[in-house]
């Protein structure tokens, strides 16, 4: 599929159209389909972050952009957002019981383990979450995998 | 999302369809957090239905869970399955909770 992007209102109402886009570039990709689950996880968490703490005083706008092929599909979060490295975000307990368990901090968590590879970088006063998924996936990110 | 309640003899079961995202959780929540209100305290959460979970969804979870352990009330599940499975598992809920196979299984449990 060539790369294509769109660009919304950094709010949760454009959830669904922002995962409706991803969901059509998945499609455009053999493979993709069956990590759908992953990838929707994934942006869903990455998009909510951007919604929730990039523009703390006004408005701003996240940008998504997909490029697959045959071996990978990458999808870019950017935002011109106040800096903040997801991926530095602290483990949560997973271990702790229900009244220890902190309710935060999943999110990144899941990130981290859903996708394939997670890069962050701060370029152009813009927050670029760099998000890669393989056909083959992580282990315990599949159900099914032989 | 959809929610279906419906009351049993000792829990009530919540029937939850479709998919609990940073949209949809907060419904979940409060419907939950109505049914305490009113008294409640042991639901079964019948997930059979959902196809999707993010942290969102997670977080609700646990808030409820929370509040219901301040009440000594239980919070159980059947149904897991497929995707939203996977991020139980991979979160920790997975030993957090009693997971059932079915709510009939479920409600036996709490005797």
């Known amino acids: 599929m060539p790369p294509r992007s769109v660009r919304y209102e950094a709010r949760i109402e454009n959830l669904e159209g922002i995962l409706g886009f991803v969901t059509d570039c ?28 990039a523009y703390p005083d006004q408005g701003g706008e996240v940008e998504v952009r997909c490029d697959g092929n045959d071996t990978a599909l990458s999808i870019l979060i950017a935002d011109s957002g106040v800096p903040f490295n997801v991926l530095d975000a602290e483990e949560p307990d997973l271990s702790a019981d229900i009244l220890e368990r902190q309710v935060g901090g999943l999110g990144c968590f899941l990130i981290r383990s859903m996708s394939d590879r997670a890069e962050y970088r701060r370029e152009g006063g813009r927050n670029l979450l760099d998000l890669t998924f393989l056909p083959g996936g992580k282990a315990g990110g599949e159900s099914g995998d032989a | 999302m959809d929610i279906q309640v419906r009351k049993e003899k000792n829990a009530t079961i919540v029937a939850v369809t479709g998919k609990m995202d940073a949209v949809t ?10 049914l305490m209100d009113e008294g409640e305290k042991t639901f079964v959460n019948d997930f059979s239905g959902l196809v999707y979970i993010s942290s969102a969804g997670l977080r609700s979870i646990l808030a ?15 149904g897991v399955t497929g ?10 809920f997975g030993s957090l909770f009693q997971l059932h196979d079915s709510p009939d299984t479920a409600l036996k449990s709490v005797g």
């Open chain 2, 83 to 92: 995707p939203v499975k996977d991020v139980f598992e991979i979160s920790g």
């Open chain 2, 64 to 78: 409820t869970a929370k509040a219901l352990k301040t009440v000594e009330g239980r919070l159980l599940f059947s």
């Open chain 1, 26 to 53: 998945a499609g455009e990709i053999p493979w993709a389909a069956r990590r759908l689950p992953d990838i929707e996880l994934v942006v869903e968490e990455a998009v909510v972050n951007v919604c929730k703490y």
């Open chain 2, 25 to 34: 959780a907060p419904d979940y929540e409060q419907q939950l957090r109505r």
